[in-house]
C-alpha cells in the first residue's frame, strides 16, 4: 500500500519527528518504496505459526529483589540538556 | 609490529621487545598520518590512550595483566565508554559522555587492553555503506573512492589498513560480516546472548549482537574469550559456562559437513564474488570436508522481514532520545511537543528517521497485525529452514555479500538497493545464530571478497577453526589494501 502526504505527518507526529513542509514529498516517496518491499509478506502463508517473538526460545531470568545500585544522581544528571536544581527543565506543560 | 596478530603482539610485550606505550605510539602515528583521509576513527585522544598504556606496562612491570595487556583496541563508537565520548555516529549524541562502561569495554579493561580510540559507523548503526554516519563517510583503503561498508565500516577500516591491531564492531543484519567483507578482514557476529549489551546503545534488541572484528580467525577465537560473558545487567545475556574459543583451531577438516543453500548462489551474486567462495569451497572439499546441498526457501523473504522488526524495534528503542534526560536538545520551540519534534528532526539524520517512521508506521493501530506479527511468523520460518538444515551439515558457506565494495554515492538514493546489499548476512541473526566472515579473494578490480560461515547456536568454536584452518594454508587474510602500504 501506498502512504499519502496526511499520512506521512501523522506518523511523524506519532514518531515526534518535525517532517517540514517541503520534506514531506522526498519522506513519502522513499518511505513508500520501503513499504513496497515490506508488503512482499503478505503473499506467504502463515497459518498455523506462532510468531517468534525472540532470537532463543530461553525464558526470562529473575533476579534477587536486592538493591545493587547506589545513588548517583549528580552524575547522570549532568549530561542533561537543561537542570536546575536537580531538576530537568522542560517547556511548561501545564498553565 | 603494524601487521602483527594478538600473540606475536602479546609474546613482543612480553619478551620486553617493545612496550605498550611504544605499540599504542605506533598505531596512534598511523591513525594520525591516514585517518584525515579512511575517516575511520570519531573520537582518539592521545593522553587516554598513552595513559591506559603506561598503567599497563606498570601492571606488566609487576607481573600482573590480563590476556591482551598493552594490547590497543578500537572500539566502535557504539559501546558506551566514560573516558571518551559515545556518538554513535549521531548528531544527538556528539557531545554524549556516558557516565558508565559498557560491559565490553570492562571485560576489555580487566583483560589489560589499552583504548585507541572510537570508531565511526553508520548513525545508530543503521545502513550498510557508513555513509549515514553524521561524522562523514569512511573511506575504504583498498579504494578510497568506494565504501568499506557498514555499519561497523570504521572498525573494519581500522583493522583492514592497520591503524589498530583488532577491534570491537556490532552486528543486527550484517554490520559485522558486511563491512568486514569489503575490507578484507574477518568478522564474527557471535550466537544471540553470549556478549551482553549493557551499555552497548540498542538498535534492535531481538537482533543486536557485539562482536570482535580482526586480521585472523585465531585472534577473533581470542578476543571471544574476552568478550563473551554472563552479565545479569542485560537480562538476553546468556548463563553459559565459559568456553574456550580457541579449543577448535586445530580441529581437522576430514568429515566436515559444509551445507551450500543454493539461494546463495542465485543470479545476484557478482561474477568475481561467486568464483572465490567457490574456490575456497573447493579447498574444503580438498581438505576432507563434504559438501552437502540444503535449502533456506524462505531465505528471500529475510529482507522484507528484518525491514519490518528493525525499524519496529528502533523506533521503540530511540523513543528515548527526547531532548530531556540527555543528548541534542533543539535551540528553539514553542512547546514541550515542538520541542520533542524539532530535536529528533535536528538530531536524527535521514535514515534513522526514515526507520524510525516506518517502524512506528508498522507498529501503529490497524497495521500490526499485517506488519510485525506476519514478520515474527515469517521469521519462524526461517529460523525453521536453519533448523533443518543443520540437521544435514555442521556449517554453512556461501557469499558474505552479493557483491565487492561499491562507490561512495551509489546507493544512497534508493534505500531499497542499500538494504539489498544484506541480503546474506540477514537471516544469521533473525535465527539467532553465529555467522563470520572471511577473506577468501579478490575480485577483477582487485576488491576483498567475503566467504561467510554460519554455524549452529554456539558453534563459533567450530566455525572458527574452519576458518583457521583455511588461513592456515592461505595468505588472503594477509594480504594489506596498496592505498595504505605498512
Not at chain 2, 583521509?37 to 601492571?59: C, H, K, M, P, Y
Not at chain 2, 572500539?75 to 559522555?97: F, P
Not at chain 2, 561474477?271 to 524462505?298: F, M, N, S
Not at chain 2, 535514515?351 to 521469521?379: N, P
Request: charged content about 20%; glycine content about 10%.
Amino acid at each position: 500500500m501506498s502512504l499519502s502526504l496526511d499520512q506521512i505527518r501523522h506518523i511523524a507526529q506519532l514518531a515526534r519527528i518535525a517532517v517540514g513542509g517541503e520534506d514531506a514529498e522526498p519522506v513519502r516517496e522513499r518511505l513508500n518504496r520501503v513499504l513496497e518491499l515490506i508488503d512482499q509478506l503478505q503473499a506467504v502463508d502463515t497459518a498455523s505459526i506462532e510468531p517468534m517473538s525472540h532470537a532463543l526460545d530461553i525464558v526470562q531470568p529473575l533476579r534477587a529483589d536486592a538493591v545493587t545500585e547506589s545513588e548517583q544522581r549528580e552524575r547522570f544528571q549532568a549530561v542533561a540538556p537543561a537542570m536546575a536544581g536537580g531538576l530537568y527543565l522542560v517547556p511548561k506543560v501545564i498553565e | 609490529m603494524l601487521d602483527s596478530g594478538l600473540s606475536e603482539l602479546q609474546a613482543a610485550l612480553a619478551a620486553k621487545k617493545i612496550s605498550s606505550v611504544e605499540l599504542t605510539r605506533l598505531f596512534l602515528e598511523r591513525i594520525g598520518r591516514l585517518d584525515g583521509r579512511l575517516n575511520a576513527f570519531i573520537t582518539v585522544d592521545e593522553g587516554v590512550s598513552l595513559a591506559q598504556a603506561r598503567a599497563a606496562d606498570e601492571a606488566r612491570a609487576r607481573g600482573e595483566g590480563g590476556p591482551l595487556a598493552g594490547i590497543p583496541v578500537a572500539h566502535k563508537d557504539i559501546y558506551c565508554t566514560r573516558a571518551l565520548r559515545t556518538t554513535c555516529g549521531s548528531r544527538m549524541l556528539e557531545n554524549y559522555t556516558s557516565p558508565y562502561d559498557a560491559h565490553v569495554i570492562e571485560q576489555f579493561e580487566r583483560a589489560g587492553a589499552v583504548l585507541l580510540g572510537k570508531t565511526n559507523m553508520d548513525e545508530f548503526a543503521m545502513g550498510s555503506s557508513n555513509e549515514t554516519s553524521h561524522f562523514g563517510p569512511v573511506r575504504n583503503p583498498w579504494n578510497s573512492g568506494l565504501v568499506p561498508g557498514g555499519s561497523s565500516g570504521g572498525s573494519a577500516v581500522a583493522v583492514a589498513a592497520r591503524m589498530a591491531p583488532v577491534a570491537t564492531g556490532t552486528d543486527t543484519g550484517g554490520s559485522i560480516r558486511q563491512p568486514a567483507a569489503l575490507t578484507g578482514v574477518c568478522g564474527l557476529k557471535p550466537t544471540y546472548g553470549l556478549v551482553s549489551r549493557y551499555g552497548m546503545v540498542a538498535f534492535a534488541s531481538s537482533l543486536d549482537q557485539g562482536g570482535p572484528m580482526a586480521k585472523s580467525a585465531a585472534d577473533l577465537a581470542l578476543l571471544m574469550n574476552v568478550m563473551v560473558g554472563h552479565d545479569a545487567r542485560d537480562s538476553t545475556s546468556l548463563p553459559r559456562p565459559k568456553e574456550d574459543y580457541a579449543r577448535a583451531l586445530e580441529l581437522p577438516l576430514a568429515g566436515l559437513r559444509i551445507g551450500l543453500p543454493k539461494e546463495y548462489f542465485g543470479k545476484g551474486v557478482e561474477p568475481g564474488v561467486r568464483q572465490c567462495v567457490r574456490a575456497a569451497i573447493d579447498w574444503y572439499e580438498r581438505r576432507g570436508a563434504r559438501t552437502v546441498p540444503v535449502e533456506l526457501p524462505h531465505a528471500a523473504l529475510a529482507v522484507p522481514v528484518y525491514y519490518v522488526l528493525a525499524p519496529a524495534e528502533a523506533s521503540s528503542n530511540l523513543s528515548r532520545f527526547d531532548g530531556v534526560r540527555y543528548g541534542h536538545r533543539a535551540a528553539q520551540y514553542e512547546d514541550l511537543n515542538d520541542m520533542y519534534c524539532r530535536t529528533r528532526a535536528e538530531g536524527f539524520g535521514a535514515e534513522v528517521q526514515r526507520r524510525i517512521l516506518v517502524g512506528t508506521y508498522v507498529l501503529s493501530h490497524g497495521y500490526y497485525d499485517a506488519y510485525y506479527l506476519k514478520a515474527q511468523k515469517v521469521r519462524r520460518l526461517i529460523a525453521r529452514d536453519f533448523a533443518a538444515a543443520f540437521r544435514l551439515c555442521d556449517l554453512i558457506m556461501g557469499p558474505t555479500s552479493p557483491g565487492t565494495a561499491f562507490p561512495l554515492g551509489a546507493k544512497t538514493d534508493d534505500p531499497v538497493q542499500m538494504y539489498l546489499n544484506d541480503i546474506f548476512t540477514i537471516p544469521a541473526p533473525l535465527a539467532g545464530l553465529p555467522g563470520l566472515s572471511i577473506p577468501c579473494g579478490f575480485d577483477a578490480r582487485g576488491l576483498p571478497v567475503g566467504l561467510q560461515i554460519m554455524g549452529d547456536h554456539f558453534a563459533e568454536a567450530r566455525m572458527l577453526g574452519a576458518a583457521h584452518q583455511y588461513q592456515r594454508d592461505t595468505d588472503w587474510h594477509r594480504r594489506a589494501p596498496k592505498e595504505t602500504p605498512l
